[in-house]
């Protein structure tokens, strides 16, 4: 048993961060709360997994925040004030639709901006190609 | 254009020259952001959220001392002047890394030197103190880890240096380093003070 958690503690090493666990079920009212719960855990990142939604992740901070996001439930608040909540505490990150703002605009638009930059060009080339083709055909033609 | 014709010949090398440039450009642009984030994936600490709380006032708390269970202890207990509190647990490996680091820090008194001890049942903390040296002045223990929750800790070690006034200057997530202390807590600390005046 002492290899085995010697061992553990090695390989947990590496991690900067650590965490400690104790998983616990928990508890919903019915399944209308649980299906909230799930919806808003999967619209929220783990602070600690960075890359794993609120509700997918199995960090210690993750089910310590999913407790904390079901008692925010029980006590009656709205899923923004559980948003707002969170935002307050560990910044923007967690949210994975962030606010339209200064610094997350071309979060928002970068994609839809691609999408106008590349259909300008293939735009210009095909009218550009179409001029030419104008020009050049023979007048004889029968189309 | 289902009839080739011979005049147009010149704009579409001029199209294909300026489709193969975007093309190149764009292509040197994803290379760009590869290399930085190559050189971005070195850093310590690269995965360390910035806190909202800097700037703004530290979250209140109300919570027992370990070492005096019975005692409680809150923010408006260290008003008055700067302290740094340092979050750590027995369970937490880079906190024995970052332990000689503080303990020296802790020794030459520059500031109030505060242990958070987070989601560790008392007697492992009391324990792994009595193994390692006990640098803080006091330790509070937040064995549900409620309150950590405020304060947007998400982990251990992470450390928190708070003003006089009680608001929250800087952190840092991951274990403490000479240079974390020299180049950052140091100076936030000194502006702090400064400021203070």
């Known amino acids: 048993m002492r290899i085995l958690l010697l061992l553990a503690m090695l390989l947990l090493s590496p991690l900067a961060h650590a965490q400690a666990s104790d998983p616990t079920p928990l508890q919903f009212r019915d399944t209308a709360q649980e299906t909230r719960f799930h919806q808003l855990t999967a619209e929220l990142r783990c602070v600690m997994c960075q890359n794993q939604s609120l509700a997918d992740s199995n960090a210690q901070i993750a089910h310590d925040l999913r407790r904390e996001v079901l008692d925010l439930m029980n006590q009656g608040k709205s899923d923004e004030e559980i948003k707002r909540f969170l935002v307050d505490r560990y910044g923007e990150f967690v949210l994975y639709k962030p606010d339209v703002a200064g610094n997350t605009w071309l979060l928002w638009f970068g994609p839809a901006l691609l999408l106008l930059a590349g259909a300008a060009i293939v735009f210009r080339i095909v009218r550009k190609r179409g001029a030419a083709g104008t020009v050049a055909n023979d007048d004889n033609q029968e189309w | ?197």
């Not at chain 2, 700037?55 to 070492?67: E, I, R, S, V, Y």
């Not at chain 2, 207990?77 to 680091?101: A, I, K, T, Y």
């Open chain 2, 1 to 197: 254009m289902n009839q080739p014709a011979p005049a147009p010949k010149k704009p579409h090398t001029g199209a294909f020259v300026f489709a193969g440039v975007i093309i190149a450009l764009f292509f040197i642009g994803l290379m760009g952001l590869l290399y930085y984030g190559v050189q971005q994936s070195d850093r310590a600490g690269r995965d360390a959220l910035p806190s909202p709380l800097i700037g703004k006032p530290a979250p209140a708390f109300d919570l027992p001392l370990l070492h005096e269970p019975g005692k409680r202890f809150t923010l408006a207990d260290l008003r008055g002047q700067p302290f740094v509190m340092n979050v750590w647990g027995s369970w937490c490996p880079e906190c024995r890394v970052e332990h000689p680091v503080i303990s020296k820090f802790a020794l030459t008194k520059r500031v109030r030197f505060i242990g958070y001890n987070l989601k560790d049942p008392r007697e492992d903390a009391l324990r792994w103190l009595e193994q390692y040296g006990n640098p803080y002045l006091m330790v509070i223990a937040d064995e549900s880890g409620r309150t950590a929750i405020d304060w947007g800790i998400y982990g251990a070690p992470e450390t928190f240096l708070v003003d006089a006034k009680g608001i929250v200057r800087w952190k840092h997530v991951g274990a403490i380093t000479d240079e974390i202390i020299a180049e950052e807590l140091i100076p936030a600390l000194e502006k702090a003070e400064a400021e203070k005046r």
